[in-house]
């Protein structure tokens, strides 16, 4: 609002808030099934997706991150950061923060953001994003190594999320399979002592995926942060202190 005077900046924000609520009836008029009514009445009473516009996070997962990474430091100024399955883009909001990608700290070191989805990604300013890219894809992980600096990073994030097909046990295998590929993924860019941080929907199969993180990485915990819904079966793997590897993807 800078450069505006009081009396503007508070008519423009009277008229976004207005288009804020006719948005939402809008939407809401769009709502055809009960369960769509359901969705639609709980997202917009969502703290988290009120604050997530008043801070100008792309979605409300935002929220997710800053906590996790508030409680156990996972990013850092100078920091190399991948975050697969970024669309629309809060978590690399977040990572660009957190890391300095854009410089907007100019005594701390500046990192560096991919974001990667199977969908489009606006540009982010600090961030490198590759839209349309499937990251369980080799080609696309060739892709990221060139695109970093010296070929590693610090940190993998994945917020990734196969698309639901409201069958849980299908679900859980295919997000499960989604976060074995980012394995291979470290294998092929992860600084030894680097990170992983990886959202699953829990299930059978989750004990597997903890047993082969912690295979590779010398701490693994299971994380619910505030913001993921209490009714979700979504929780995080946090894997720290990737140990050494030898066999590096060829370039
Ligand atoms: C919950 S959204 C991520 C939200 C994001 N963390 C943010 O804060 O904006 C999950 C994303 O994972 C992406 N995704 C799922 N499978 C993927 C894959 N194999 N490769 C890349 N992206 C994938 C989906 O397209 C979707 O955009």
Request: aromatic residues 6%; hydrophobic residues 40%.
């Amino acid at each position: 609002m800078a450069g505006l005077s009081q009396n503007c900046a508070r008519k423009l924000l009277k008229a976004l808030n207005h288009l804020r609520t006719f948005h939402a009836t809008a939407i809401c008029e769009k709502a055809k099934t009960g369960a769509e009514h359901r969705w639609l009445a709980r997202h917009l009473k969502d703290p988290f997706v009120k604050a997530a516009q008043v801070q100008n996070y792309r979605c409300r997962s935002a929220f997710k991150l800053l906590e996790i990474d508030q409680k156990h430091q996972i990013l850092l100024p100078g920091h190399v950061v991948v975050d697969c399955g970024a669309a629309p883009g809060a978590w690399s909001q977040v990572a660009v923060q957190r890391v300095n990608a854009a410089a907007s700290d100019p005594k701390a070191s500046v990192g560096f953001v991919v974001g990667v989805d199977l969908q489009h990604l606006s540009p982010l300013n600090g961030a490198i994003f590759l839209s349309n890219a499937d990251i369980t894809d080799l080609d696309t992980q060739y892709k990221i190594k060139n695109i970093l600096p010296g070929g590693m990073a610090d940190v993998i994030l994945s917020d990734m999320a196969p698309n639901a097909t409201g069958i849980r046990d299908l679900d859980h295998r295919r997000i499960v399979a989604v976060c074995l590929s980012l394995l291979d993924l470290a294998q092929s860019i992860l600084r030894p002592g680097g990170t992983v941080l990886c959202k699953l929907w829990d299930g059978s199969e989750s004990q597997m995926l903890q047993k082969r993180l912690a295979q590779c990485f010398s701490s693994v915990r299971t994380l619910k942060p505030q913001a993921s819904r209490k009714e979700s079966a979504e929780t995080f793997f946090l894997a720290k202190s990737y140990k050494e590897n030898k066999k590096y993807l060829e370039n």
